[in-house]
């Protein structure tokens, strides 16, 4: 699933703080499984730009891909917040909170459609499987990336959501 774009334009919904504010286009990018962990809310952007780019869309599968990525990531943020470099923990904490909120969203089947406060978390608050006061959460992560609070409630997150989603679907796997 790799192909290459060579402009993407960011619609005015998604040129929000902390993730394309001052961002336009995007020149250049690689659609691949990778992909998705190095652009925020790359297959969002390109879904939105044309749903016909690629065949299959991430929100498609069942999988929790920030499990796994959060899995990978988590200690060596970790580390940069011990080492009190926090500056240098902002842009991966920055990446991570893109794909939890991704996670958020893939896990109802669509894409993410707008980064504005009010419609990001409006949609965030239908979800059935929403951890606990995920709104206040979310926007002291997305306002404070670069601290070890952000860092530790990601966490709290993560699990929170992997429990409570998991219990959702087997809820709706009993019902049919």
Same mark, same amino acid.
């Given at each position: =699933?790799?192909?290459?774009?060579?402009?993407?334009?960011?619609?005015?919904? +998604?040129?929000?703080?902390?993730? !394309?504010?001052?961002?336009?286009?995007?020149?250049?990018?690689?659609?691949?499984?990778?992909?998705?962990?190095?652009? *925020? +809310?790359?297959?969002?952007?390109?879904?939105?730009?044309?749903?016909?780019?690629?065949? &299959?869309?991430?929100?498609?599968?069942?999988?929790? !891909? &920030?499990?796994?990525?959060? =899995?990978?990531?988590?200690?060596?943020? @970790?580390?940069?917040?011990?080492?009190?470099?926090?500056? $240098?923990?902002?842009? *991966? =904490?920055?990446?991570?909170?893109?794909? &939890?909120?991704? %996670?958020?969203?893939? #896990?109802?089947?669509?894409?993410?459609?707008?980064?504005?406060?009010?419609?990001?978390?409006?949609?965030?608050?239908?979800?059935?499987?929403?951890?606990?006061?995920?709104?206040?959460?979310?926007?002291? /992560?997305? @306002?404070? *990336?670069?601290? +070890?609070?952000?860092?530790? %409630?990601?966490?709290? /997150?993560?699990?929170?959501?992997?429990?409570?989603? #998991?219990?959702?679907?087997?809820?709706? %796997?009993? $019902?049919?």
């Amino acid at each position: =699933m790799e192909k290459s774009l060579q402009k993407l334009e960011i619609p005015e919904s +998604f040129r929000q703080a902390p993730f !394309y504010k001052d961002r336009q286009v995007i020149e250049a990018a690689l659609i691949s499984e990778e992909a998705v962990f190095q652009l *925020p +809310f790359l297959y969002d952007l390109c879904y939105h730009a044309n749903p016909h780019t690629l065949s &299959f869309w991430p929100w498609s599968k069942k999988e929790n !891909y &920030f499990h796994e990525y959060w =899995m990978k990531q988590r200690e060596s943020i @970790r580390e940069l917040f011990h080492k009190r470099e926090q500056k $240098k923990a902002e842009f *991966p =904490m920055l990446l991570s909170v893109s794909v &939890f909120i991704d %996670q958020l969203f893939w #896990s109802t089947g669509r894409p993410v459609d707008s980064l504005t406060d009010q419609r990001l978390l409006q949609g965030i608050q239908l979800l059935p499987f929403a951890p606990l006061n995920i709104e206040e959460r979310l926007v002291y /992560l997305l @306002r404070q *990336p670069d601290r +070890f609070l952000s860092y530790i %409630q990601l966490d709290e /997150l993560e699990q929170e959501f992997t429990k409570r989603h #998991s219990a959702y679907q087997k809820r709706r %796997q009993k $019902k049919y």
